[in-house]
């Protein structure tokens, strides 16, 4: 069946940046066929007129750890929560019920904000992918391979096998990509960093992990190694064109260099970042070296929100203020690591990131009929300064559409809300224990 969108500004986010102010998108069985200004020629089952909104790829949000809802708004400036009570407290309440619970509830919330890939790494990750799976969504999802026991595996490392696993059961689906999540450069052995790496390189998946996010991460790395955390796991040979470095806040000259050398990928969480006050990732010297990189929201309790929107605003403030410069990072080279920065980062270019024919529909569908979205002399500028999630009016992926009108199409989200609820009890009365802090 064929679906015309029509009378929308289409932003293309394709190599020439097309732009048509008047245009359509039409697309067939998940595929987009043609994309123009004007009036198509072509047949179609059903039009859908944009009344003059903005139509653009859907958005990518390339680091994430989307279960973790239930830990939203806990302790949101508590110094060291990571270790004084996230850590402790995954370990005694996370079920898989509550992780699947939360992955679907989260997946209400990215798509209703116009997100139609993520990438997420957690524990109980196949409960994720059997989420992500039912609701619609794209998503890449790696099981957390860390150096202690966890909520899944009483064994430290034992994340390496379910990982494994899932890459063996998810591996092949259109929509679910697995891939394989080391926590971070200082809560694996260099060992098991390896061990991870290779077995990325065995099911040709991503490798993704955090890296040069922590102050004591760094103090740590020159203290021991005398080296930063880019180094290090360049030696270890970790580096490489499926590795997505998640955060690179603490980043030198010589970091960079070997990000771009090696064609690794960085997810910029510009919230979770400044909000835990740890520093602004030197985005823009990144991207001069050529260092690929796509935006991420990080955790719904570090970032608190799992949009986009949130996030371009503050890139654009902060990279700004970061180099003193007005005129630096413009709005439509934010919207495109929002897109095409995301798909490049997930290796997905040929398939997303951008409308243009050959590549999957998914789309999304901003009103302009709202307050704060009037006037509009620049659509990128409305998206980045002027939008928010409340402005995404239809979203599809994969051709299918999952919301319409503002509202989910296949799920209820009150019906999602009251699902969670269900599986949190037990997590409250463990959380209590926390109340300090919390």
Avoid at 217 to 239: D, R
């Amino acid at each position: 069946m064929r679906t015309l969108i029509e009378n929308a500004t289409i932003l293309t986010m394709d190599g020439k940046g097309q732009v048509y102010p008047k245009g359509y998108v039409l697309f067939e069985e998940g595929g987009i066929l043609e994309v123009g200004d004007g009036d198509c020629s072509r047949e179609a089952d059903i039009r859908i007129d944009g009344r003059e909104g903005i139509l653009m790829p859907g958005m990518v949000n390339v680091h994430s750890h989307i279960p973790m809802i239930p830990f939203r708004t806990m302790g949101d400036d508590c110094p060291d929560r990571l270790r004084r009570f996230l850590f402790p407290l995954e370990l005694e309440a996370m079920t898989p019920w509550l992780v699947y619970a939360a992955a679907r509830y989260a997946v209400c919330e990215l798509l209703l904000s116009g997100v139609t890939s993520v990438l997420d790494m957690y524990y109980f990750e196949d409960q994720v992918a059997q989420a992500c799976g039912e609701m619609g969504i794209r998503a890449w999802l790696g099981e957390t391979v860390i150096g202690q026991e966890t909520c899944d595996s009483r064994e430290p490392y034992g994340g390496l096998q379910l990982c494994e696993e899932l890459i063996q059961k998810w591996q092949g689906h259109s929509r679910i990509h697995p891939l394989v999540a080391p926590h971070a450069t200082n809560t694996s052995t260099p060992e098991m960093l390896k061990a991870a790496y290779e077995l990325s390189e065995k099911y040709q998946v991503p490798y993704t992990l955090h890296a040069s996010e922590m102050d004591y991460e760094m103090e740590y790395f020159k203290e021991k190694y005398g080296q930063t955390p880019i180094a290090f796991l360049h030696g270890l040979g970790v580096l490489g064109e499926r590795t997505i470095a998640a955060h690179c806040i603490h980043m030198t000259g010589p970091d960079i260099r070997l990000l771009a050398e090696t064609n690794t990928k960085v997810a910029h969480c510009a919230g979770s970042n400044t909000k835990a006050g740890k520093g602004i990732s030197p985005v823009l010297e990144m991207r001069k070296a050529g260092v690929e990189v796509g935006v991420g929201t990080d955790g719904p309790s570090s970032g608190n929100t799992l949009d986009l929107f949130t996030q371009f605003k503050m890139i654009a403030s902060f990279q700004k203020t970061k180099y003193h410069d007005r005129s630096a990072f413009p709005a439509k080279e934010i919207v495109e690591l929002g897109t095409m920065g995301g798909a490049r980062v997930l290796g997905a270019q040929g398939e997303i990131g951008s409308l243009e024919a050959g590549k999957q529909a998914d789309l999304v569908l901003l009103e302009t009929s709202s307050a704060n979205m009037f006037p509009l002399y620049n659509p990128y500028s409305a998206i980045v300064y002027s939008a928010n999630a409340s402005n995404v009016d239809s979203v599809w992926v994969e051709g299918r559409q999952l919301v319409c009108g503002h509202r989910l199409v296949e799920a209820d989200l009150q019906k999602e809300r009251r699902r969670l609820l269900a599986e949190m009890p037990e997590f409250e009365r463990c959380a209590g224990k926390y109340q300090d802090v919390i």
